[in-house]
């Protein structure tokens, strides 16, 4: 019997299956969604955003010439000019002056300075764990955001992808993936690292509830 092989993105859909539905249970994530936190806890969470984004973008930056990392840096996605939009809006002109990291976050911009320069693998995990999640339940969080609060047409830029189809994209980034040509070990240091990713995040929205909730 004819078996199909394996393709990295089925590895990875299976790998952060159990990831991804902790990350939803996030009491954090579901008080933003429901409306009860208050307001300051989502710009909160913008600016924490603001921080891993700018690590993560630097990081794009630097791999651009990678063989394997450039067919993953995708300007359409980057972050930042929304992420300064929201918080002009959310803290005003002098926001920067006004955000601190958490230091889960430090913790995770840290790695991503880590692991994602210099390592295909690395940087990969984190550009994937933080775009196609964004493209995923992000649009869903940012949907219930925008319901909770109010919001209209300022301070939710950031879950918009100006010209971007999310499922397409997200199809055709699976596709990407199946078309790297990693050895095994490699595959597994890249979907060690989504796991790193995830649990940085996780502990990211903890220290953020421990705060809000």
Same mark, same amino acid.
């Given at each position: 019997?004819?078996?199909?092989?394996?393709?990295?993105?089925?590895?990875?859909?299976?790998? /952060?299956?159990?990831?991804?539905?902790?990350? &939803?249970? +996030? *009491?954090?994530?579901?008080?933003?969604?429901? !409306?009860?936190?208050? %307001? #300051? #806890? =989502?710009?909160?969470?913008?600016?924490?955003?603001?921080?891993? =984004?700018? +690590?993560?973008?630097?990081?794009?930056?630097?791999?651009? /010439?990678? $063989?394997? #990392?450039?067919? %993953?840096?995708?300007?359409?996605? %980057?972050?930042? $000019?929304a992420l300064? #939009?929201?918080?002009?809006?959310?803290?005003?002109?002098?926001?920067?002056?006004?955000?601190?990291?958490?230091?889960? /976050?430090?913790?995770?911009?840290?790695?991503?300075?880590?692991?994602?320069?210099?390592?295909?693998? !690395?940087?990969?995990?984190?550009?994937?764990?933080? =775009?196609?999640?964004?493209?995923? @339940?992000?649009?869903?969080? !940012?949907?219930?955001?925008?319901?909770?609060? @109010?919001?209209?047409?300022q301070g939710? &830029?950031? %879950?918009?992808?100006? !010209?971007?189809?999310?499922?397409l994209f997200?199809?055709?980034?699976?596709?990407?993936?199946?078309?790297?040509?990693? /050895?095994?070990?490699?595959?597994?240091?890249?979907?060690?690292?989504? *796991?790193?990713?995830?649990?940085?995040?996780?502990?990211?929205?903890?220290?953020?509830?421990?705060?809000?909730?």
């Amino acid at each position: 019997m004819f078996m199909r092989a394996e393709t990295l993105s089925s590895r990875l859909r299976e790998h /952060t299956r159990d990831e991804h539905a902790a990350a &939803r249970r +996030s *009491s954090f994530i579901e008080g933003l969604a429901s !409306g009860r936190l208050p %307001f #300051a #806890a =989502y710009a909160e969470l913008a600016a924490q955003h603001w921080f891993i =984004y700018e +690590s993560l973008e630097l990081a794009a930056s630097a791999m651009s /010439t990678d $063989p394997v #990392a450039r067919h %993953f840096v995708f300007p359409e996605l %980057f972050r930042i $000019p929304a992420l300064e #939009a929201d918080l002009r809006y959310l803290y005003g002109a002098r926001w920067q002056s006004r955000v601190t990291a958490l230091p889960s /976050t430090s913790t995770y911009c840290t790695r991503i300075r880590y692991a994602a320069v210099d390592q295909d693998t !690395g940087y990969v995990a984190h550009h994937c764990t933080r =775009y196609l999640g964004d493209l995923a @339940g992000g649009q869903w969080l !940012g949907r219930a955001i925008v319901a909770a609060y @109010g919001l209209r047409r300022q301070g939710y &830029r950031f %879950f918009v992808f100006e !010209g971007v189809d999310p499922p397409l994209f997200r199809a055709r980034y699976r596709d990407r993936l199946n078309a790297v040509r990693w /050895t095994r070990p490699e595959q597994d240091a890249f979907l060690a690292e989504v *796991s790193a990713a995830f649990r940085l995040n996780i502990d990211m929205l903890a220290e953020l509830g421990e705060h809000w909730t």
